[in-house]
């Protein structure tokens, strides 16, 4: 009976240590890109979300964003693109992008939502990158549908 209770024990020991790891490097894969706007003259480090994991958190459960940050996501084609606010703790503005990076829609100040139902909001054309900024950004620069953006 020790020897099953020791085996037991290493097998939960190994499967703890394969989630830390797994967990761990995807943590590890956030990349940053640069942004810009080129009319704008305005740049932006954006994290990159590629992976399912790093597309579905997103920015969840952040308390803050600093100026001039934010989160891109990069999606493998384009199509519309549905975003809700689940979880998440600070106010945004999104920008959808065609895959020749131009912007194809915004959707501005779009507060928090704890609840259990939270609206889901969808680009009007296909996206195959949509980027998360502070709530407020697109109306400060003066962001417009149309524009071309870099990265």
């Known amino acids: 009976m020790l020897n099953l209770n020791k085996i037991f024990a290493a097998l939960i020991l190994l499967i703890l240590i394969f ?3 797994a967990f761990y ?3 590890q894969k956030i990349k940053i890109t640069p ?3 080129p009319q704008h003259n305005l740049n932006i ?4 979300a ?3 994991y790093q597309l579905a958190k997103g920015l969840m459960f952040r308390k803050s964003l600093d100026e001039n940050k934010g ?6 084609n384009e199509a519309y693109r549905s975003f809700w606010m689940k979880n998440t703790k600070i ?3 999104l920008i959808f992008i065609s895959k020749d990076k131009k912007i194809v829609d915004i959707k501005e100040n779009f507060l928090p939502c704890s609840q259990t139902l939270c609206p889901s909001y969808k680009s009007i054309l296909p996206a195959k990158y949509v980027l998360e900024v502070n709530a407020g950004f ?4 003066k962001v417009l549908i149309g524009e071309e953006m870099s990265f």
């Open 25 to 27: 490097s995807v943590l």
């Open 50 to 52: 590629k992976n399912p």
């Open 138 to 141: 697109v109306q400060k620069n």
């Open 91 to 93: 106010p945004l503005d």
């Open 19 to 21: 989630f830390f790891f």
């Open 71 to 76: 989160m891109l996501f990069t999606f493998p």
């Open 35 to 37: 942004v810009s706007f």
């Open 45 to 48: 480090q954006a994290e990159t």
